[in-house]
């Protein structure tokens, strides 16, 4: 059956073959996943795809090729989300490669990373960091998203794609990354709590409103 896992972390794909997907913080990918990817490419014969989530999905294996390549880049030091939790932000180049930056989006989006990737959240909860208001990296369509300003980040919830996408609502200004981390850990707890295991960021805002959200995560 499509979706269905036969070891954590590989999942069975709609055309009957397995594969994985390896987080990349930042969307950066030091030498040695690359390595790693490159033999489990060479030895296996499967398709390398970059997500539009900023990582790499391996493709075309199947139940034995499968572990064995997941072996591989896992020795290499990959990570491959295998439970329900938050796994890794959306985040782009920012300051100081972009010319338009005001904040260094890897420095938050390695922060929320570190803090948070593994912390249990049982329904799907997207979250971004982008370096300025441009929001390359779809801080303003996600769960959650910082988007960069002089003073720090503007906040903004609710919004997704998907089949009827919905745009994000912004919610106030954090102003330091301690404060960025609590915004998230509280958003995760308290969307975890009010949809259960499925729906998104906007449907907490149509049950309980904007203003009770953010007195819950610190943002009143
Ligand atoms: S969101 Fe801003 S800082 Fe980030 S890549 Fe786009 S323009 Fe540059």
Not at 36 to 45: L, T
Not at 107 to 115: A, C, F, K, T, V
Not at 175 to 186: C, F, G, I, M, N
């Amino acid at each position: 059956m499509s979706g269905q896992k036969t070891i954590p972390g590989l999942v069975q794909k709609a055309d009957g073959s397995f594969g994985f997907t390896v987080e990349c913080p930042n969307g950066l990918i030091n030498e040695q996943i690359l390595l790693a990817a490159h033999e489990v490419c060479k030895r296996f014969n499967c398709r390398l795809h970059i997500t539009t989530a900023q990582k790499l999905m391996f493709l075309d294996l199947d139940k034995e090729t499968g572990p064995k390549a997941l072996k591989i880049l896992e020795d290499a030091g990959a990570s491959v989300r295998k439970a329900r939790d938050l796994s890794q932000p959306r985040v782009c180049v920012g300051k100081p490669y972009c010319k338009f930056g005001v904040q260094d989006s890897f420095i938050l989006g390695q922060r929320l990373y570190d803090e948070l990737a593994r912390m249990p959240t049982p329904p799907k909860l997207k979250y971004a960091v982008s370096g300025c208001l441009a929001c390359c990296a779809w801080s303003n369509l996600m769960d959650l998203g910082f988007a960069g300003v002089k003073s720090g980040y503007r906040v903004i919830i609710g919004g997704h794609g998907g089949f009827r996408p919905v745009a994000g609502i912004e919610i106030g200004k954090v102003t330091s990354h301690d404060q960025a981390v609590e915004v998230l850990k509280k958003m995760s707890e308290l969307f975890a709590s009010e949809i259960g295991k499925k729906g998104r960021v906007d449907k907490v805002i149509k049950k309980i409103g904007i203003e009770e959200i953010k007195s819950q995560i610190g943002l009143d």
